[in-house]
């Protein structure tokens, strides 16, 4: 058994945690670009509430708030424009995965110039960005814990990941009490969207003793806790547990990456701008369905994580914890349309062919094709 493992990232977990942002990021700047979205921050009041710790710790704060559900590289460029042109020396993401994401790019853009997808595409290569401190507010994508930063090219419409160790967090501030006002429908999405990191790392051709243990202790930590969530939103103790499995599904992908499920959304999403969450729903019973048998015992230990009692069920115990959170959806019913098929798989050739090529089966162009539409 040969394997290594790195992942330099400063977690900090715990009710209330958030109050202590403006000590942690007075380590690393005196200027902070607070990058986050368009409108769930604020009406919240987070925003305000970040913004002020920031200040009575020193720090001056630039707001960016152009960020959307699947980032764009656009955004990213005008975001790291700001930054460079307001003097901002750290980046903060406060949201979900998408503003992370774009945090995580801005930081990167500001220190190496040009088209950031020739960066994607290790067209050039880029070693430095800003310090970055991310604060998640959706138990979801784990990007407070990994080196990735998944953003789509308006133009191409290619969704891909940026990858380096400079992207990954100063620190991240996991505070369980930011999630309880999201609505049902994210809690959902999102939350399957940390379950389904964490299925596929653990499947995964690259899978590890370490990320082994992170995925399967985090599927049963949002397998037992999700639709508790979902139904109790309040619930602080049931958060802490989702939040816990979302943060370690980010490490268990930042060592194992992601599989067939992720790699044929992103083309999905990067197409008809559906959410992400929603994709993997569609996609994942389909393709666990047509590929358990090729990790059986793995399979068979996420069935049993779900309530099940073989690989052969898993699909079908996926399907039903759907179901308990509403998620049940075909790829149809998101805005997917059969004339979408031969262009989204071979974009999954395109700019996911490490992801499928980790996945147990290795789906070649036909096959692709085929679980999309069963999908659809």
């Keep these: 058994m040969n394997f290594t493992y790195h992942l330099p990232v400063n977690l900090i977990f715990g009710r209330g945690c958030i109050r202590s942002i403006g000590n942690i990021a007075a380590q690393y700047g005196s200027k902070a670009l607070l990058v986050t979205g368009k409108s769930s ?32 590289t656009v955004t990213v460029a005008s975001g790291a424009e700001l930054a460079v042109r307001t003097d901002c020396n750290l980046i903060v993401g406060l949201g979900g995965g998408s503003i992370m994401d774009a945090a ?3 930081a990167f853009s500001v220190k190496n110039p040009g088209d950031i997808s020739d960066y994607i595409y290790a067209q050039k290569q880029g070693n430095e960005a800003l310090p970055i401190i991310l604060i998640p507010t959706t138990a979801g994508t784990g990007s407070e814990g990994n080196s990735f930063s ?20 100063k620190a991240s501030l996991i505070d369980p009490e930011l999630m309880v006002t999201m609505p ?10 940390a379950l389904a990191h964490n299925m596929e790392a653990y499947v995964s051709k690259n899978a590890q003793p370490f990320s082994d243990m992170q995925a399967l202790y985090a599927i049963n930590l949002i397998a ?27 490490m268990a992908i930042h060592t194992a990456g992601v599989t067939a499920p992720h790699g044929m959304e992103h083309p999905a999403s990067g197409l008809r701008e559906i959410v992400h969450g929603k994709g993997l729903a569609a996609l994942t019973p389909v393709i666990v369905k047509n590929s358990w048998q090729f990790a059986e015992e793995k399979y068979a230990d996420i069935s049993r994580l779900l309530g099940g009692k073989c690989a052969e069920d898993c699909a079908d115990r996926i399907t039903e914890l759907l179901e308990s959170v509403q998620l049940n959806v075909t790829l149809g019913a998101l805005g997917i349309h059969k004339e979408d098929i031969d262009w989204m798989a071979e974009n999954c050739i395109k700019v996911s062919t490490p ?22």
């Excluded at 604020?42 to 001056?60: F, H, P, R, V």
């Excluded at 953003?151 to 160790?165: A, I, Q, R, V």
């Excluded at 806790?225 to 103790?237: F, I, R, S």
Aim: glycine share 6%.
């Design 224 to 250: 037992k806790n999700l639709k508790q969530v979902y139904e109790h939103p309040d619930d602080l103790n049931a958060w802490e547990n989702v939040t816990l499995g979302s943060t370690l599904g980010g």
């Design 184 to 193: 049902r429908a994210v809690i959902a999405s999102v939350g399957f969207d």
């Design 104 to 106: 995580k790019a801005i």
């Design 355 to 376: 992801s499928m090529k980790n996945h147990p089966k290795l789906f070649h162009l036909d096959e692709i094709k085929k679980l999309y539409m069963l999908a659809l």
């Design 41 to 72: 921050t604020k009406k919240s009041g987070l925003l305000e509430k970040t913004i002020l710790l920031l200040q009575d710790s020193g720090i001056a704060v630039e707001v960016f708030d152009q960020v959307t559900q699947n980032p764009l």
């Design 150 to 169: 998944v953003l789509t090219n308006p133009e191409t419409k290619d969704k891909k990941s940026l990858k380096g160790n400079c992207l990954i967090a």
